[in-house]
């Protein structure tokens, strides 16, 4: 990538537009959690458009005004998606048929994608200054997306508008429809189910996990899981106590799609009799197990007339706290701990990396 040494001080340093909630932040995380909230969360709100499956082109994203205020980089977006830890992200190279003009965006079916679709006016809708000259198909399968990343990560093509990035998983974005590139788990193909299906939580949010039923997306449209650490990990790395206070366990250090490293409580699922009883469950390209789970019996439904859906208690296997010492919480039984009023009254920690 151009530039590389200036920008790698850049990254290493801060660089401009560290101020207000990044300061102190590297640069790198600055642009990865801004890409991540607005890829996420925010394209909609924020008038960055983007497709059913969840893509914007990279030149709307780069134009975004908080990536614009930090005055992030092409390269600097590439070496985010390159060099993040758990995946987060996917690129295409979409190059123009007619790359003579800069600002001709790509497109991909079967959706428009975001800044090459005129007004019913004529006038050329926000982020592109003319429709697109190339519709091509976005990639089908969780094998030819990481390929399709690989491939735009290592073109030589500077020009941003003909690159299309998103969020692996994670979002909110109603209009995202995650399973148009999820990969989607049956029991006809038991050998590509997961041997681990774990969730990671906190203290705090353990015994309204109970009192609600289970797992809920909260938000989101899935419920994450992780695939490892393996419950026999888990049980052979025990916990951290009081006598290894300050040492982190390897198993807590690893960094796993789908969990934060800093769960206090892991849950295991049994998938296949989840699967079983007609819950859906997803992979994503980087590897997290997806589940938006069951409707609740009672019938209920949010705000939007959409039924309350639940990854139900019924499909836990093994509940494992693993910073306070006390072990096994489920399934529940002679010898099981209750979690101390102390732990449960702290909350769950904010959102960070």
């Known amino acids: 990538m151009g530039q590389q040494g200036k920008e790698g001080k850049d990254r290493r340093g801060g660089g401009r537009g560290g101020g207000g909630r990044g300061q102190g932040q590297s640069r790198d995380v600055q642009v990865s959690k801004a890409l991540s909230l607005l890829l996420r969360h925010a394209a909609e709100k924020e008038g960055v458009k983007m497709n059913a499956q969840g893509y914007a082109n990279v030149a709307d994203v780069l134009a975004w005004r908080k990536l614009k205020s930090i005055k992030a980089t092409f390269d600097e977006i590439k070496h985010a998606v390159e060099s993040s830890d758990k ?23 079967p959706t428009t994608v975001p800044g090459s679709e005129e007004h019913p006016d004529g006038e050329v809708a926000a982020g592109g200054d003319q429709p697109a000259t190339s519709v ?14 690989q491939t735009a990560l290592a073109s030589k093509d500077s020009e941003p508008s003909n690159y299309m990035i998103r969020a692996t998983q994670g979002h909110t974005i109603q209009s995202v429809d995650a399973a148009s590139f999820l990969e989607p788990l049956t029991l006809e193909d038991e050998s590509k189910l997961p041997k681990t299906v774990v969730h990671g939580t906190f203290h705090g949010a353990w015994p309204l996990i109970l009192q609600s039923g289970g797992l809920r997306a909260m938000g989101r449209h899935h419920v994450h899981f992780a695939t490892g650490p393996s419950r026999e990990a888990t049980l052979a ?117």
């Not at 091509?136 to 990343?149: C, D, I, K, L, R």
């Not at 469950?281 to 590897?287: D, L």
């Open 87 to 109: 995946k987060r992200f996917a690129l295409l190279h979409i190059p123009s048929a007619q790359p003579t003009e800069s600002t001709t965006r790509a497109t991909l079916t």
């Open 237 to 353: 790395a025990g916990s951290t106590t009081s006598q290894d206070k300050g040492k982190e366990s390897k198993q807590e250090n690893q960094v796993i799609s789908g969990m934060r490293r800093d769960a206090q409580i892991l849950i295991y699922l049994d998938i296949k009799k989840a699967l079983a009883a007609g819950c859906p469950f997803w992979r994503s390209e980087n590897g997290v197990i997806l589940s938006e789970g069951l409707p609740v019996p009672n019938g209920k439904t949010d705000a939007e007339g959409n039924p309350e859906k639940v990854v139900s208690i019924d499909f836990f296997e093994f509940v494992f706290e693993r910073k306070l010492g006390l072990g096994q919480l489920w399934p529940k039984g002679e010898g099981v701990k209750e979690l101390p009023e102390s732990a449960t009254k702290k909350g769950t920690p904010k959102n960070r990396r």
């Open 136 to 149: 091509v198909e976005a990639p089908s399968s969780n094998e030819e997306q990481a390929n399709a990343t």
